[in-house]
C-alpha cells in the first residue's frame, strides 16, 4: 500500500472533516457533475463533519422532498384533469391541496431513504473508482426514470378513458409531463447517487470529460413541466358548460307520468298477466309499447337511475355509486373515476386509512348535469318529484314540488319529527302527513322484515302524495315517482336458508309485493287521466340488485312501456331503447326540445307522431343546490343500507 493510501482516513470511521467533504464537493463540482442547483441542493451536507450515514439519512430525505413536491404537483394536475372539484371554493381547494401535500411529501422521504439505503449497500459491497461510481450512478438513474415513466404513462392511458374532449394535443402535453418528471426524478437520482458513492470511496477521481450540464436545462425543464400542467388542465379537463339557450314550449305538448320501479323483472310480471294476475299492468302491456333497454354492463343502482334521469353517463352526471369519499373539513365532494391509477387510490384508500376523510353519501347537491325535472321546472313546466332517487336536498331555487326518499323516511325514523324538514317543503311536508303511511317497526322484528316493511311503506306512501298532487286543483304536467320496495324485498330474502318452505314464502311475497305495485299503478294511472285525459304515462323497471364482490350492481334486463292516447299502432311492437333515450324522449313529449349535448336520440316521433324539433347547444349548467347535512348524511345511509344499496 502507497504512502498516501496510508494516510487516507478509514471509510467506515464515524466522521469527516469539513474540509475534505468541501474538497470533495468542488472537486466533483470542476468535473461537471454538481453544477446546476439541483445537485448543489443534494449535496449540502458536504459542509459539516457528519457520520456517512447522516449524509445518507441527509441526502436521501432531500431526494423525498425533490420526489415529495414532484407528486403533489402531479397529483394536484390529475385530480384536476381526472374528476371535477364540485362545489369547492377558495377555503376547500387549499384546504384539499394541503392534505395532498401532507400525503406527497412523507411519500417522497419514504423512496428517498429507501434509495440512499440501496446507495449505501452498493458503495459497501463495491471497490469502484469515482468514473465507476459514476457510471453506477447513470445505471441507477436510468432504471428509476425509465420505471416513473412506464408508471405515468400508464396512469395517462388509464385517466385519459374519463376525459371528455382529450385529443392529440392533451396526449401531446401529457407525453411532455410524463417525460420531464421522468427526466427530474432521474436527475435527482444519479447526482444523490454520484455524491453518496463518492463519499463512501473517498479517492481522486479519474480527469474525466463530463456531459454539458447547467442552469439552462433546469430552466427548461421548468418552462416543459409548467407548459405541460397547464396545457394538461385547459386541455384535459372536461369542457365547460355552455350558457343555457332560451327556448319556447310548445303548447299542444302533452302532460307525462314517468314511474320508475326499481327491482321489477318484466319476466316475472309477464308470468303473472298470464295467470290472470295484475289487471293494471296487463292492460299497460296490451294497450302501450314495450321497449327493453339495451344490455349495459351492471352499475350501481343509483348509478344506473341517475343516468336514467338526466340522459348522461357517470362521467358527465357525477355519481358513481352510494357513497363517495370526503376528505374532512371539505363542503364540496370530488368525483374521480376508478381506473384512474395512484389518483383513485389516494383518494379513496390512503385518505381513509389516514382518517383524513370519511364516507359520505351522493346527494342532489353533487349532480353535475341537469335532470329531467329540473329542465321542466326551468322551461315553466308545472313538475313535481316524489320518492325519486338522488332528489336530496331538495333545490329551494325550483319551482317544482319535490318530496324525495329521504323526507319520506325522516318523516318515521325520527319519533316527534314533523314530516316537514330540511328535505321537504312544509306543505308537501303536511300533505305527507296526511297522506303518508308510517310502518309499525317493533325491535322484535329481523332486520330484513324491518327492511321490507320500511320499502314498501315508502311506495305506498309515494303513491298516496303522488296521486293527491295529481288531484290537485293545479296538477304537475310533468311528475315523476319512483318505488323501490321490489328490489328492497329481493335484497332482503336474498340472504334468507331458501328450504323449499322458505322459497315458497319468498315467491308469496313476492307475489303480494307486485299485486300491491299493480294496485298503486291503477290508482295513478286514472289520477292522471283524470287531470290530463292526452298525458302520457311512461314506466321504467330495472332489474332486481345482485350483490357482487364490487358492491351491489343492476343486472341485464330493464324495461320501460310508453301508453297514451294517440300511440301509434306500429309502435306497439316491442323494441329496443337505449337508457340514454329516454330524457329526449320524454322532453319531446313535454314540448321542450333536446340538448346537442345529449348522446340519446328522441322515439317521441314513432311513438306519438311529435316531430323532432332542432336542438339547442345546452340546457347549461344545474343550478346551486344545497349541500345535506351531517344528520342528512347520517339518515340517507341508513336508509340505503335498508333499501340493500350498501
Given amino acids: 500500500m502507497t504512502e498516501p493510501e496510508q494516510s487516507e482516513p478509514r471509510e467506515d470511521s464515524g466522521g469527516m472533516r469539513p474540509a475534505e467533504g468541501l474538497a470533495l464537493r468542488e472537486r466533483l463540482r470542476e468535473l461537471g457533475y454538481l453544477q446546476d442547483p439541483l445537485a448543489r441542493f443534494l449535496s449540502q451536507g458536504a459542509q459539516g463533519p457528519q457520520s456517512l450515514t447522516r449524509s445518507y439519512v441527509e441526502v436521501g430525505a432531500k431526494v423525498g422532498v425533490v420526489l415529495g ?42 423512496i428517498g431513504l429507501l434509495l440512499a439505503a440501496f446507495f449505501a449497500l452498493y458503495a459497501r459491497f463495491s471497490r469502484r473508482a469515482l468514473t465507476k461510481v459514476a457510471l453506477a ?5 436510468v432504471i428509476v426514470a425509465l420505471g416513473t415513466l412506464g408508471y405515468l404513462l400508464l396512469a395517462w392511458l388509464r385517466l385519459r378513458e374519463n376525459l371528455i374532449g382529450a385529443g392529440w394535443f392533451t396526449d401531446l402535453a401529457a407525453a411532455a409531463v410524463c417525460a420531464g418528471s421522468a427526466w427530474l426524478v432521474g436527475r435527482a437520482t444519479f447526482a444523490a447517487a454520484l455524491y453518496l458513492g463518492a463519499r463512501r470511496r473517498r479517492r481522486d477521481p479519474l480527469e474525466i470529460e463530463p456531459p454539458k450540464r447547467g442552469l439552462y436545462s433546469l430552466l427548461a425543464l421548468l418552462v416543459l413541466l409548467a407548459f405541460g400542467f397547464a396545457a394538461l388542465l385547459l386541455a384535459g379537463r372536461p369542457q365547460d358548460r355552455l350558457p343555457r339557450e332560451a327556448f319556447q314550449v310548445e303548447r299542444d305538448a302533452r302532460a307525462v307520468l314517468l314511474l320508475g320501479i326499481d327491482g321489477l323483472e318484466l319476466d316475472a310480471v309477464q308470468a303473472l298477466v298470464r295467470e290472470g294476475s295484475l289487471p293494471h299492468f296487463r292492460a299497460l302491456l296490451e294497450e302501450g309499447a314495450l321497449c327493453r333497454l339495451a344490455d349495459e354492463e351492471p352499475k350501481h343502482p343509483l348509478r344506473w337511475w341517475t343516468g336514467l334521469s338526466t340522459g348522461f353517463a357517470a362521467d358527465r352526471h357525477g355519481i358513481a355509486g352510494p357513497t363517495h369519499e370526503r376528505p374532512r373539513g371539505l363542503a364540496g365532494s370530488i368525483f374521480v373515476p376508478d381506473g384512474a391509477i395512484g389518483f383513485a387510490e389516494v383518494l379513496d384508500h390512503v385518505m381513509p386509512l389516514l382518517e383524513l376523510s370519511s364516507a ?32 336530496h336536498p331538495v333545490n329551494a331555487a325550483l319551482p317544482a314540488q319535490q318530496l324525495s326518499e329521504l323526507a319520506i323516511w325522516q318523516s318515521w325514523s325520527r319519533e316527534g ?32 322484515e324491518r327492511a321490507i316493511r320500511s320499502a314498501r311503506a315508502l311506495d ?22 319512483g318505488f323501490f320496495g321490489a328490489n328492497a324485498l329481493h335484497d332482503a330474502l336474498r340472504g334468507e336458508h331458501l328450504s323449499l318452505v322458505a322459497e315458497r314464502e319468498r315467491v308469496a311475497a313476492l307475489i303480494a309485493h307486485v299485486a300491491e305495485l299493480d294496485a298503486l299503478l291503477g290508482r295513478l294511472r286514472a289520477a292522471l287521466l283524470r287531470a290530463h ?66 348522446p340519446g336520440q328522441s322515439i317521441a316521433e314513432r311513438l306519438f307522431g311529435v316531430p323532432e324539433r332542432e336542438r339547442i347547444s345546452s340546457f347549461g349548467p344545474p343550478a346551486l343546490r344545497p349541500l345535506p347535512t351531517v344528520e342528512e348524511d347520517r339518515d340517507a345511509l341508513e336508509l340505503m343500507r335498508a333499501l340493500g344499496y350498501l
Fill in 533 to 598: 285525459p292526452e298525458a302520457v304515462l311512461c314506466l321504467v323497471a330495472s332489474p332486481p340488485t345482485q350483490r357482487t364482490p364490487d358492491g351491489p350492481r343492476i343486472g341485464l334486463g330493464g324495461w320501460c312501456v310508453f301508453a297514451g292516447a294517440g300511440l301509434a299502432e306500429a309502435a306497439r311492437r316491442p323494441r329496443e331503447l337505449a337508457r340514454f333515450d329516454l330524457v329526449p324522449t320524454l322532453l319531446r313529449l313535454l314540448g321542450c326540445p333536446v340538448s346537442a349535448e345529449m
Fill in 69 to 110: 413536491l414532484l407528486f403533489f404537483a402531479l397529483l394536484a394536475a390529475g385530480f384536476a384533469a381526472a374528476g371535477r372539484f364540485v362545489l369547492l371554493d377558495t377555503r376547500d381547494l387549499m384546504l384539499f391541496h394541503a392534505y395532498l401535500l401532507l400525503l406527497a411529501l412523507p411519500l417522497g422521504v419514504l
Fill in 460 to 481: 305506498r306512501s309515494a303513491a298516496a302524495v303522488g296521486t293527491a298532487l295529481l288531484e290537485a286543483p293545479s296538477p304537475p304536467r310533468f311528475a315523476q315517482i
Fill in 360 to 391: 359520505a353519501p351522493f346527494s342532489a347537491g353533487l349532480l353535475l348535469e341537469k335532470s329531467a325535472l329540473e329542465i321542466a321546472s326551468d322551461a315553466s313546466v308545472g313538475a313535481a318529484t316524489v320518492n325519486w332517487w338522488m332528489t
Fill in 137 to 141: 450512478a447513470r445505471k441507477c438513474a
Fill in 417 to 448: 319529527a314533523p314530516a316537514a324538514n330540511a328535505a321537504t317543503p312544509s306543505e308537501l311536508g303536511a300533505l305527507l302527513a296526511r297522506v303518508g303511511e308510517r310502518p309499525a317497526l317493533s325491535e322484535q322484528l329481523s332486520a330484513s
